[in-house]
T-cell receptor
Framework: ETGVTQSPTHLIKTRGQQVTLRCSSQ?????VSWYQQALGQGPQFIFQ???????GRGNFPPRFSGLQFPNYSSELNVNALELDDSALYLC?????????????FGPGTRLTVL | RKEVEQDPGPFNVPEGATVAFNCTYSNSASQSFFWYRQDCRKEPKLLMSVYSSGNEDGRFTAQLNRASQYISLLIRDSKLSDSATYLCVVTQNSGYALNFGKGTSLLVTP
């Protein structure tokens, strides 16, 4: 087990609503990244947080935002949901020590937008 | 053009077969390379890193050709439990965004 947890596991929302997804990583994992995986596609990088600040962003609009907290937990917020936001949302954390490329994924939150 | 491209698949092979997956990447500044495995409706899990010298882990062998910007994964003596989607992953900067290919589906049959 990676020690990375996500909640909720499944979520159903309607267009225009807002959603908050949560991730909790292990102690010592000070970098967290979020990915979106649409059906039949590979995960796409949304953004990364390091020491509670955004450290890089993929090609996602500003309605995708995030937070990282001192206790190594993180949130992904999506406003004004669209049908195409339906996907598996994965968070991944990186340990402070060890190979810095190693990212440990949580089980994901499956979001359905109706 | 997508940054990481993989064989479209799916690959259906019998138990005991050898199967090879290929992947190309477009960014010559890429620094690190990986193969991840993803089971149905589960999270991706690191299978192995890929080095220029090539590396082997049991039945799995990965190769990297930087000049051709090409990565491969060879699975020997396929097991039923190898059935999964294999994702080719490239990253430009250490610890930063992972760029995933679309994935290649493998089904190993009895």
């Amino acid at each position: 087990e990676t020690g990375v947890t996500q909640s909720p596991t499944h979520l159903i929302k309607t267009r225009g609503q807002q959603v908050t997804l949560r991730c909790s990583s292990q102690s010592g994992h000070n970098t967290v990244s979020w990915y979106q995986q649409a059906l039949g596609q590979g995960p796409q990088f949304i953004f990364q947080y390091y020491r509670e600040e955004e450290n890089g962003r993929g090609n996602f609009p500003p309605r995708f935002s995030g937070l990282q907290f001192p206790n190594y937990s993180s949130e992904l917020n999506v406003n004004a949901l669209e049908l195409d936001d339906s996907a598996l949302y994965l968070c991944a954390s990186t340990p402070r020590q060890g190979p810095s490329d190693t990212q440990y994924f949580g089980p994901g939150t499956r979001l359905t937008v109706l | 053009r997508k940054e990481v491209e993989q064989d479209p698949g799916p690959f259906n092979v019998p138990e005991g077969a050898t199967v090879a997956f290929n992947c190309t990447y477009s960014n010559s500044a890429s620094q690190s390379f990986f193969w991840y495995r993803q089971d149905c409706r589960k999270e991706p899990k690191l299978l192995m890193s890929v080095y220029s010298s090539g590396n082997e882990d049991g039945r799995f062998t990965a190769q990297l050709n930087r000049a051709s910007q090409y990565i491969s994964l060879l699975i020997r003596d396929s097991k039923l439990s190898d059935s999964a989607t294999y994702l080719c992953v490239v990253t430009q900067n250490s610890g930063y965004a992972l760029n995933f290919g679309k994935g290649t589906s493998l089904l190993v049959t009895p």
